[in-house]
T-cell receptor, first 114, second 112 residues
Framework: DVKVTQSSRYLVKRTGEKVFLECVQD?????MFWYRQDPGLGLRLIYF???????EKGDIPEGYSVSREKKERFSLILESASTNQTSMYLC?????????????FGPGTRLTVT | RKEVEQDPGPFNVPEGATVAFNCTYS??????FFWYRQDCRKEPKLLMS???SGNEDGRFTAQLNRASQYISLLIRDSKLSDSATYLC?????????????FGAGTILRVKS
């Protein structure tokens, strides 16, 4: 069974703080993703990584950065948190084999920036 | 225009009803299509892939119309446990691999 874990379920931070969200997967997947989910907007891709130390911007990368130093771990960094980054953050991973369609999600981190 | 559009609902139906969700996508180059299910306060999980010929999995039937860029999900004999948000998902090709584009979801509430 694929398992994707995220470091926190709930997080409250102040405006201007640096925030780290950690994600770990145990299935040796090459691809990992960070999304945010907001009501009415659905899941929007922030960044993804297709290999260790490799990353690509998603649809809404502004205000975020990522780090992938090990294959199993993908971190999302908010350099200076702002109130408009209050959201649910979901990490996901996926195999790159052609017959593997499913993307596996972690349980999410609900971040509140005050 | 959003890349994937869904009716947000909510759809409120009695147990045993048949309910259908629709979804349209704008990128004609999309090749893979899926329905994900998301329970309240939980992560999305793959419900089923959608194939060109249409496919069925128990009470669930998915259809794809490439010409109209339209995807549907039919649920027969609804159960209370079907209550969830259903996300329509299409792939987007990229230089470094496919990425998935999610619709905002359709809420289903099945009532006894």
């Amino acid at each position: 069974d694929v398992k994707v874990t995220q470091s926190s379920r709930y997080l409250v931070k102040r405006t201007g703080e640096k925030v780290f969200l950690e994600c770990v997967q145990d299935m040796d997947h090459e691809n990992m993703f960070w999304y945010r989910q907001d009501p009415g907007l659905g899941l929007r891709l922030i960044y993804f990584s297709y290999d260790v130390k490799m990353k690509e911007k998603g649809d809404i990368p502004e205000g975020y950065s990522v780090s992938r130093e090990k294959k199993e771990r993908f971190s999302l960094i908010l350099e200076s948190a702002s109130t408009n980054q209050t959201s649910m953050y979901l990490c996901a991973s996926r195999d790159t084999r052609p017959d593997e369609d499913e993307q596996y999600f972690g349980p999410g981190t609900r971040l509140t920036v005050t | 225009r959003k890349e994937v559009e869904q009716d947000p609902g909510p759809f409120n139906v009695p147990e045993g009803a048949t309910v259908a969700f629709n979804c349209t996508y704008s990128n004609s180059a999309s090749q893979s299509f899926f329905w994900y299910r998301q329970d309240c306060r939980k992560e999305p999980k793959l419900l089923m892939s959608v194939y060109s010929s249409g496919n069925e999995d128990g009470r669930f039937t998915a259809q794809l119309n490439r010409a109209s860029q339209y995807i549907s999900l039919l649920i027969r004999d609804s159960k209370l446990s079907d209550s969830a948000t259903y996300l329509c998902v299409v792939n987007r090709f990229g230089e470094y691999g496919n990425k998935l584009v999610f619709g905002a979801g359709t809420i289903l509430r099945v009532k006894s």
